[in-house]
């Protein structure tokens, strides 16, 4: 590389001491795209390995191919149904690359008709091993054994119906959401009734993108989806591969945008249903000894450095975005990924910590790769990295030094309302720190601001509207019931909603069921609630009726993206301070001419608050916190407009700013 400056330096002069680092890594992205391109003439190409491993039907030849890497083993046999599980029936023979291979002619003695299921029988020395295909697109668990075997699975016939759908998500709002979890009854909901009951609930409260958790085939229900084993087949415990393409697809007819969580960060240790020693070599895909094991996860860790691990992971993005029209993904567990230590345990504190200590080029490498692959497929893709280390570059382009992703979470923002919340009476809250966590990101680079995820709803925690009314919310929650707790609830739930998303970043997440305020935690069933289905569900029927309060929530959140939406404030430039009292514990500040004023103290109402504005002219309240429809007092008169003074400083406006509520006002 020239000493040419980088751009993602040119932009923080504080990592020029950085600039062989930075450099360094662009250039091993380089030598390993060329290496890429060597092998199969491009990196779309390189990522088409699903083509060609696992079960692939031949036209032409009239039968099965089943291709499967394992250069270790000493032996592969194909069994199933179709043979009746005899080993010696199908043997695999393998080819110099360690790639072993079988044809299963229509017109033999054993023919493989889909669906079929089947296993591969993989020996190496004395050990003999029936194990999932790893490239296998559908596995399903017998209802007695709970054994997993592979499926397959023919060619989908799935006539889609989206060719009008053009993603172009310039302000994504992002309903992130568990298919199994969204019903209400004690069970596992479907991919079909998420799209038939759930979707026209997230078109109608005005998000434009969800976020899906759990697609990928995991053995253990209760890890939420992040213990893979089958990355290539959707869950079938919700239903088949076509039903997942028909949520797709309703999810598309309704303009909403549907982004993956996607684990690629680590593993399922288990062997029966996943990939852990699958070779017998104990470094196959992942990475041998310690190196390969997250004590804190007790998963399995990639070797992003195998080029098959490469292609198996990006072929995987791939097969995702075609064959199932998603849009985007979600990168779970990237700073894991970035690390050798995987930030447990380490403060971020100086630059070194981003390019000197512990960090998986291999991994950055993969990354960069993968948004490249996305983003060729799709260029209005979106991808998201889960990353609380802050890497510099996280969210720009590979060609300024960067590592390519979109946008990344804003995961300091939750952690702060949760503290706050914990350990800070209201009226010792400062408006000084609430704009440095809110306001502090890195320019060029792209935030999902949020309040709340499934992670501080999962059971040792609980949603921010049970930590604001914990108990009181099965007592005090019909709307003719008065209750002090409940209405400082009510009331701080939308403002730190309203200020999260307007302050926090270029895009908002909300998690399925917070907007109204859902009561309680999420628990997976498990031995230690008596594998119950009582908190891995979602209770509309609380908001669905019009005499409790989670309707006001449900509306504030409804009316709160509409002006988001309506204004372009999430694609809009950062905001701009206007005022900061520390004393009346008041905030105002301007993003895209609108004006967003916060009073936060507990009991202080002030008449003619007077403070500056951008521009003058006359300003009309678009939202008010305190409406009566949301569950307020109603003491801001959003019938009158308020005309700028002019001050030796400037413009001004005067304007009744009551306690514990947020408004909105736009220059008529």
Not at 126 to 132: E, M, T
Not at 168 to 173: A, F, T, Y
Not at 578 to 603: A, G, S
Not at 647 to 658: I, K, R, W
Request: contains cysteine.
């Amino acid at each position: 590389m020239s000493k040419e400056v980088i751009p993602l330096i040119a932009d923080d002069p504080w990592l020029a001491p950085y600039q062989d680092d930075i450099a360094q890594r662009m250039s091993y992205f380089e030598q390993r795209l060329n290496d890429i391109k060597s092998i199969s003439g491009s990196l779309s190409n390189f990522a088409e390995g699903h083509h060609y491993f696992g079960f692939n039907y031949d036209k032409k030849a009239k039968g099965w191919w089943y291709r499967e890497w394992a250069p270790a083993a000493d032996s592969l046999c194909l069994i199933g149904e179709f043979n009746n599980w005899h080993a010696e029936h199908h043997p695999m023979t393998q080819d110099e690359n360690g790639v072993w291979g079988v044809f299963i002619a229509d017109e033999s003695e054993f023919p493989l008709k889909a669906p079929s299921q089947v296993k591969v029988k993989v020996q190496n020395g004395l050990a003999d091993r029936d194990r999932l295909p790893a490239y296998i697109q559908s596995a399903i668990q017998d209802p007695k054994s709970y054994d997993f075997s592979g499926e397959v699975i023919a060619p989908s016939k799935y006539k889609w119906k989206d060719a009008k759908f053009k993603l172009e998500v310039k302000n994504p709002i992002i309903y992130e959401c568990h298919v199994g979890m969204a019903q209400e009854k004690e069970g596992v909901g479907t991919f079909r009734e998420f799209a038939d009951s759930i979707l026209p609930r997230v078109a109608k409260q005005g998000y434009n993108c969800i976020q899906v958790m759990a697609i990928q085939e995991h053995p253990y229900y209760g890890s939420f989806g992040y213990h893979v084993s089958n990355f290539y087949a959707p869950s079938s415990r919700f239903g088949t591969p076509d039903d997942l393409r028909y949520l797709v697809d309703q999810a598309h007819q309704m303009g909403i945008a549907v982004i993956m969580d996607a684990v690629y960060s680590h593993a399922v240790k288990n062997i029966a249903e996943g990939l852990n020693d699958f070779d017998g070599s104990d470094n196959q895909y992942f990475h041998k000894g310690g190196r390969g094991y997250h004590t804190g996860w007790d998963s399995k860790l990639f070797d992003y450095g195998r080029t098959e691990v490469l292609q198996f992971l990006l072929s995987n993005i791939r097969y995702w975005m075609e064959e199932f029209h998603m849009d985007g993904f979600r990168f779970d567990g990237v700073t894991s990924m970035l690390y050798h230590h995987h930030g447990e345990g380490v403060a971020f504190d100086h630059y070194d910590k981003y390019f000197k200590e512990g960090v998986d080029w291999d991994a950055i490498c993969f990354l960069q790769l993968a948004n490249e692959l996305i983003h060729e497929i799709k260029p209005n893709a979106i991808s998201i990295a889960e990353d609380m280390s802050g890497m510099p570059g996280m969210c720009r382009p590979v060609s300024d030094g960067g590592l390519g992703f979109d946008y990344r979470l804003g995961m300091g923002l939750p952690d702060y309302w949760i503290k706050l919340l914990k350990h800070s009476a209201d009226e010792n809250w400062s408006m000084n720190e609430l704009w440095n966590v809110m306001a502090n990101r890195r320019y060029k680079e792209k935030t999902i601001a949020y309040a709340e995820s499934h992670d501080q709803a999962l059971v040792g925690d609980k949603s921010l509207a049970f930590w604001l009314m914990d108990k009181e919310m099965y007592w005090h929650m019909t709307k003719d019931d008065k209750d002090l707790v409940v209405e400082r609830g009510i009331a701080l739930h939308k403002m730190i909603r309203l200020i999260t998303a307007s302050l926090g970043g270029e895009g908002y997440l909300n998690f399925i069921g917070n907007e109204f305020g859902h009561p309680e935690w999420v628990d997976f069933p498990r031995e230690g609630n008596d594998w119950s289905y009582k908190y891995a569900r979602r209770q509309w029927s609380l908001v669905d009726n019009t005499d409790l309060k989670y309707e006001w929530l449900n509306d504030f959140d409804r009316a709160m993206l509409e002006l988001l939406a309506a204004n372009n404030i999430l694609s809009a430039q950062s905001a701009n301070q206007l005022n900061m009292d520390e004393e009346n514990k008041v905030m105002i500040y301007e993003r895209n001419h609108l004006i967003f004023v916060f009073n936060f103290h507990p009991d202080r109402s002030i008449a003619d608050y007077k403070f500056h504005v951008p521009e003058k002219g006359e300003y009309k309240v678009i939202l008010s916190s305190d409406d009566l429809v949301f569950g307020g007092h109603d003491r801001i008169d959003t019938s009158v407009s308020y005309p700028s003074t002019t001050y030796e400083h400037g413009d001004q406006l005067s304007v009744y700013t009551p306690s514990r509520t947020a408004m909105v006002l736009k220059k008529l």
